[in-house]
């Protein structure tokens, strides 16, 4: 009986080699394949969500561009978990992948950093709408870039604003205790310091619901501004709480504040907090309008934080694309060349501003905007109006210019 | 909660006295407890506070990590923030209590640890989401009184989320009876991430949001200030959940200890064996137990909505482990030590919270650490918690 | 019940001769079909993601199903050897995916090995056991990241020679800090172990996302984890040129076009490193359980105070016990830190723990090889055959393929319900099924099983069967014959 049942377990997996191997492949070969790669469940996922539907989104509008071509494009994307292990074992997955030209992702820098390892090794170009780690750039690599502003030139920014136009003598700094918080949070408390501010506090908390024990040391201090390091959809709690409990402070945040689910989470208490932003606002840039209203009949949702930027990202990647493709004579171009297409980009409009990369991969300069929450009505979040903007170049840009 | 009642004697008297005996035993004495506790765990908190406060204003040269900033005077701050120190720790430690109650109570009948009873409490959450927004599309929310409201809220999220929990058990722990203590644990996890990415998913085909803010600034009785001293105020949300909190622990508590079933379950959670040889339904004592339980979960969903006005699939991970904790320090399996554990956990809490960011080298951030070094010592004295009965040893 | 059949070691006692090299021949001819219908696959079909997640999980599992025949021991040696020390490699190169996975699932294993130390053979239930994981991994990465931190600051950084000195560190500081942790809870049992534990393992990880700055001068910080931001630019040990070469010689050889050879030879390096320590970790803990220790800590599990009263030391025991299984995790650690040239306190969360849990459970507690096939199931459920499921349907709607008999075009499955968001519900949906149908795990220990049949009345044993059973165990039965002939 046992013999008879082994060589049926052999025997089966000869007939299904024989069903396979003799079957055609159906893919061709001139299929090119867009990854995005973010936390798609877990906390998280509702970010990652927004850059994989960003990343979808352009594909189906702008993917014409290279099926044009003679080639198929195809979205493929993928679940990081925002685990380390997981966004490398998928980043090892997507490698071997041949068809597969470019990522977009990730959200974490903790992910973002192993894995582009991995990427860099295969030539494979990462274009990030989310990592504002200064470590991700700051290697060099010729594979890696970023749409998104860097914690230090945006901590930079926002303080500035606030010591010369909210003229403020005291601040209270959170942040969420992740890499982007924290590292934003960091540069904005020095930049203040720097500036002759008192910081009377600088706390980081994990907590994403109940503020209570959060806001009882801040009230005691009764600081000018409260700034926030992290993302709207902790943040908006924590400002509604603080206004509840009696906290008059000023507020103020990063560019994670830009989502209209502050507005819908945070109610009044979120009306004239202050927030700075890489991506452009709607009431500058025609296109962004636009891209709001397409992907909100495509989705059903208005776009969340970092959309906006993994559709600028892709909008990029399908340009160095075509760009490759024309250079390569209309043949399928290597790894390397659409790595090298992506770092030319030069002067390149997308839906969040123009962008040029320097040689680390960086934004060539980086244009900040403030803005100020108007209203707690969420449809109006597009109506914010833009009360500054700051002007900040890469590390790469700025030594070039004192160079000169 | 020891309470005995004396059926031989109270036959005898009269009805007006028979209820004010029952009062007495099932409602004054457990409110009267539940009061205690909370100047057990406030005063004690408090005295800690100033004794910290007094001790470490001094500059200690020798240790730089407790160095406080100059411009700050340690024992000053913590006296003015003390008031809202003991309201953040009391209002967070009742929903730990009531979460804590569905963890204790399956420990006592089952054994095991339900690692699942933190997504029941976030299911309830998400009910009371739903009902709200239901009756605002109604536009009952402003018209209703908000009293009805809540008790709606509370209502629908104990039956469904009672309901949700006496499936789980039925599907994912009762076909595991018998087996090694961790086998039901791996299926509570399993349970687990299995109810918070079904939620998402319903929510997003439903709703398309992950974010579920309670539209709580539509009913202006939610809002209402009330004024306790300069400086010290809160919201008319913190009563409810307090008040609600308390109705619920004395009803659990009559549940238990005077009601035919309370003594099932009881029974059970003594002797399983014993038990059904003495006629009691185990197995619906168990339902019963993952049901009660569920229902008080859900129950502090709502609560904890309505307090942090903003619900995510994703909400009830660090409650749940909160809970459990506060659970195991007071004593596991024992629902007075559950209630004790839950409010000196949420005490501590605003405890440690309210002092680290004075301490610049140390920050807020180590909270956490703080009330876990606290647990640790608890058990190091005491094995089974503060309320907890010795293990009875195997021979 | 045809998998039962695998994997029982008794065959009928009297057979023909012809019969017995029958097992051999299956087994050559499973690992062959097997090794050339993946070889055979490849990325542009479209149905790669279905046969590759059949396939690869078939070919990893090899190992086990060899040791469940009844083949000559030094065969089968040779045949395990042959499998991960050659085809294993050659596949890898080919698709670096597959060596990814392998590599993870040995760095699980050898955590889960140790777990089972702990939980499975000791019976103390930890749930915080990725601290001393964290541990590893830190001390590694703070002496090497290019990090700003204190380590560079005073200049203490550690050469990259360092790392195997450092990897002994690491098992001995995670030791350590499992002596640290059983310390105080040594009155402590069942639950009450179980939460203190999760709070040391919170503390831990609340620790290294904090230290980034320990003095009051918020201007002059003395960092130390650098904190969220973790640790960046963490190296590995230099690997001889030869070994570089050497693989450069064996893609050309295999025609396999090779764009980062010293990449890939790292890639190489560490899956035959983890390999090792994964097979230490096995070797030693199967020595362990079969020695008199092991059977203290057995005595223990079952009744701590008649072990007490039979003169066995019960501190020593139990401190014992955490010691060893955290040293594998600080093992581990270290070559994780130097792997991912990147360690963040993201990586060492609550769930990671309940993740090491898992497999030794799925696999079968108190079993090492039930849980090396257990780290093999989670991991590549987690990691490959959900992400491929995903992937399958993705590709499906990218072709408009439109399931036949319901008529049901896969394009318009909503977004919101697509699969890549859905792997963890999918996970706990089989942790569940997994349980209800196998609750002593996939390949459990003998004893166990026993009592569980025992326990849950599906079987009537005689008390005198089952001792008779645990006394003929022996570390064949555990391992099959591979550490005696190894050592």
Redesign the interface.
């Known amino acids: 009986m046992?013999?008879l049942?082994?060589?049926a377990?052999?025997a089966i997996?000869?007939l299904?080699?024989q069903a396979?191997?003799a079957a055609p492949?159906?893919?061709q070969?001139n299929?090119i394949k867009i990854a995005s790669h973010s936390p798609?469940?877990?906390?998280q996922?509702?970010l990652g969500?927004a850059i994989r539907?960003g990343t979808e989104l352009a594909i189906l509008q702008l993917g014409s561009q290279v099926t044009d071509l003679g080639f198929t494009l195809?979205?493929?994307?993928?679940?990081d978990?925002?685990?380390?292990?997981?966004g490398?074992?998928?980043a090892?997955?997507i490698?071997?992948?041949?068809?597969i030209l470019a990522v977009i992702g990730h959200l974490?820098?903790?992910?973002a950093?192993?894995a582009s390892?991995v990427y860099n090794?295969?030539?494979l170009v990462m274009v990030s709408p989310a990592n504002t780690?200064v470590?991700i750039t700051d290697?060099g690599y010729p594979t890696v870039n970023r749409l998104c502003g860097r914690d230090d030139a945006q901590g930079a920014a926002g303080a500035g604003y606030a010591v010369e136009e909210l003229k403020i003598e005291t601040a209270f700094v959170l942040h969420d205790?992740?890499?982007y918080?924290?590292?934003v949070a960091t540069f904005f408390?020095a930049a203040l310091?720097e500036a002759g501010v008192e910081?009377l506090?600088?706390?980081?908390?994990?907590?994403?619901?109940?503020f209570?024990?959060?806001i009882?040391?801040?009230?005691?201090?009764a600081p000018d501004l409260v700034y926030f390091g992290g993302i709207y959809?902790q943040a908006?709690?924590f400002f509604?709480?603080a206004r509840?409990?009696?906290l008059e402070s000023a507020f103020m945040g990063p560019d994670g504040m830009d989502g209209s689910?502050l507005a819908?989470?945070g109610?009044?208490a979120v009306v004239g907090l202050v927030y700075t932003s890489a991506a452009g606002p709607a009431s500058l840039y025609p296109a962004a309008a636009q891209f709001v209203e397409d992907y909100r009949a495509q989705?059903?949702?208005a776009p969340e934080a970092y959309a906006a930027e993994a559709y600028a990202a892709t909008q990029i990647v399908i340009n160095a694309l075509v760009n490759a493709i024309t250079e390569n004579g209309g043949a399928l171009p290597t790894r390397a060349q659409v790595a090298a297409a992506v770092r030319a980009t030069e002067d390149f409009e997308t839906v969040i501003g123009t962008i040029s990369f320097d040689d680390n991969g960086d934004p060539k300069v980086a244009t900040y905007y403030i803005l100020q929450v108007a209203s707690a009505d969420p449809e109006k979040w597009g109506e914010n109006p833009l009360i500054g903007s700051v002007q900040a170049p890469s590390p790469l840009t700025a030594k070039e210019m004192m160079g000169n | 909660m020891t309470a005995v009642p004396n059926i031989a004697s109270s036959t005898q008297r009269s009805p007006l006295e028979a209820l004010g005996n029952w009062l007495l035993q099932y409602i004054l004495r457990p409110v009267l407890q539940i009061l205690l506790f909370v100047f057990i765990a406030g005063g004690s908190i408090s005295l800690l506070a100033l004794v910290v406060g007094f001790v470490l204003q001094t500059d200690w040269h020798g240790i730089d990590i407790l160095r406080v900033p100059a411009r700050i005077n340690l024992f000053e701050q913590v006296v003015r923030q003390l008031p809202n120190m003991l309201l953040d720790g009391i209002t967070i430690g009742f929903v730990y209590a009531v979460i804590a109650l569905g963890y204790t109570m399956v420990y006592g009948v089952l054994k095991f640890i339900n690692f699942a009873h933190s997504e029941i409490f976030m299911v309830g959450g998400v009910v009371g989401y739903e009902v709200m927004i239901r009756l605002r599309a109604a536009d009952m929310l402003s018209s209703l009184s908000p009293l009805v409201v809540i008790v709606l809220m509370i209502g629908v999220a104990m039956v469904i989320c009672g309901t949700l929990a006496t499936v789980v058990e039925r599907v994912a722990y009762k076909p595991l009876r018998g087996a090694p203590r961790l086998v039901p644990l791996i299926s509570a996890i399993g349970v687990s991430f299995f109810l918070t990415d079904f939620v998402r998913g319903f929510q997003a085909l439903n709703r398309n949001v992950f974010n579920m803010p309670y539209p709580t600034d539509q009913v202006t009785f939610f809002n209402e200030r009330i004024v306790l001293a300069q400086g010290v105020s809160t919201t008319n949300t913190t009563l409810i959940i307090i008040v609600s909190a308390i109705v619920m622990l004395v009803g659990l508590n009559y549940f238990v200890n005077a009601t035919k079933i309370g003594k099932g379950i009881r029974a059970v959670s003594q002797d399983q064996a014993t038990a059904s040889l003495m006629g009691i339904n185990v197995n619906l004592m168990i339902t019963i137990t993952f049901m009660v339980g569920g229902a008080l979960g859900g129950a502090a969903g709502v609560l904890y909505g309505l307090k942090t006005t903003n619900v995510t699939p994703y909400i009830g991970f660090i409650p749940g482990l909160k809970a459990f904790t506060a659970a195991v320090l007071g004593g596991i399996g024992n629902i007075t030590g559950a209630m004790l554990g839950g409010l000196l956990l949420g005490m501590l809490e605003a405890f440690f919270s309210a002092l680290l960011p004075y301490f610049p080298a140390l920050g807020l951030g180590y909270s956490d650490i703080f009330a876990f070094a606290v647990l640790i010592l608890v058990l190091l004295f005491r094995p089974t918690g503060l309320l907890g009965k010795k293990v009875d040893e195997k021979v | 019940m045809a998998t039962n059949a695998l994997f029982q070691n008794g065959a009928p006692q009297s057979q023909p001769n012809w019969r017995e090299a029958l097992p051999t021949l299956f087994a050559l001819g499973y690992v062959a079909i097997v090794y050339f219908l993946l070889h055979s696959i490849d990325r542009s079909m479209l149905l790669f993601p279905l046969w590759s997640s059949i396939l690869f999980p078939m070919f990893v599992i090899s190992p086990f199903i060899i040791l469940g025949l009844k083949i000559d021991g030094r065969l089968k040696v040779l045949l395990i050897a042959i499998i991960g020390l050659v085809l294993m490699p050659i596949l890898g190169l080919e698709d670096t995916f597959y060596l990814e996975l392998i590599t993870q699932i040995a760095i699980f294993a050898a955590m889960a090995i140790g777990l089972n130390v702990v939980v499975g053979f000791a019976g103390l239930l930890d749930l915080g056991y990725v601290a001393f994981f964290a541990v590893g991994a830190y001390l590694w990465g703070v002496f090497t990241s290019n990090a700003n931190t204190i380590v560079q600051i005073s200049g203490a950084q550690a050469a990259p020679e360092l790392f195997w000195l450092f990897l002994f560190l690491g098992v001995i500081a995670a030791a350590i800090t499992g002596i640290l942790l059983g310390l105080p809870v040594l009155r402590l049992r069942g639950d009450y172990l179980a939460i203190v534990t999760l709070g040391f393992g919170e503390i831990i990880r609340i620790l290294v996302s904090n230290l980034s700055n320990i003095s009051s001068n918020r201007r002059t910080p003395i960092n130390i984890t650098n904190g969220a931001q973790g640790l960046p630019g963490i190296v590995g040990p230099p690997l001889p040129d030869f070994l570089v070469e050497g693989v450069a010689n064996l893609t050309a050889a295999l025609g396999i076009p090779a764009t980062n050879v010293r990449a890939l030879t790292y890639q190489l390096f560490y899956y035959v490193l983890v390999l090792g320590v994964c097979a230490i970790a096995a070797l030693v803990a199967a020595r362990l359980d079969n020695s008199p220790i092991g059977r203290a800590w057995t005595a223990i599990r079952e009744d701590e105070v008649a072990a007490q009263a039979m003169g066995i030391p019960k501190v020593r025991m139990k401190l014992l016990a955490f010691a060893m299984g955290a040293s594998f995790a600080g093992a581990m650690g270290v070559i994780f830190a130097a792997k991912n040239t990147f360690v963040s306190p993201e990586s060492f969360s609550f769930i990671q723990s309940i993740f090491i849990l898992a497999i030794v459970i799925v696999g079968g507690m108190g079993s090492i090889r039930g849980v090396i096939l257990g780290a093999v199931i989670v991991t590549l459920l987690n990691l490959q055959v959900l992400k491929n499921f995903s992937l399958l349907i993705n590709s499906l709607k990218n072709i408009d393929w439109v399931i036949p008999i319901i008529n049901f075009p896969i394009r318009d499955w909503p977004q919101q319900l697509e699969p890549a968001r859905y792997e963890r519900f999918v996970f706990g949906l089989l942790l569940i099924i997994m349980m209800i149908f196998r609750p002593s795990g996939v390949l459990p220990a003998k004893r166990r099983q026993l009592e569980l049949q025992a326990a849950m009345g599906k079987e009537e044993i005689p008390e005198a069967e089952i001792i008779a059973d645990v006394e003929t165990i022996k570390p064949e039965d555990l391992l099959g014959n591979q550490p005696k002939e190894q050592s």
């Not at chain 1, 974490?108 to 992910?111: D, F, I």
């Not at chain 1, 009882?216 to 201090?221: D, E, S, W």
């Open positions: 046992k013999t049942k082994l060589f377990v052999v997996l000869a299904i080699g396979f191997v492949t159906s893919a070969s299929v798609l469940s877990g906390g996922s509702l969500t539907n195809e979205f493929v994307p993928f679940d978990q925002a685990t380390p292990d997981v490398v074992a998928n090892q997955n490698v071997n992948d041949a068809a974490n820098s903790g992910v950093l192993p390892e090794r295969s030539d780690n470590n290697r205790k992740t890499a918080g924290e590292g408390a310091e910081v506090g600088f706390e980081g908390t994990t907590e994403t619901a109940n209570d024990a959060v009882t040391p801040i009230l005691a201090q959809n908006a709690v509604r709480q509840e409990k009696g689910d819908q989470i109610g009044e989705f059903g949702i």
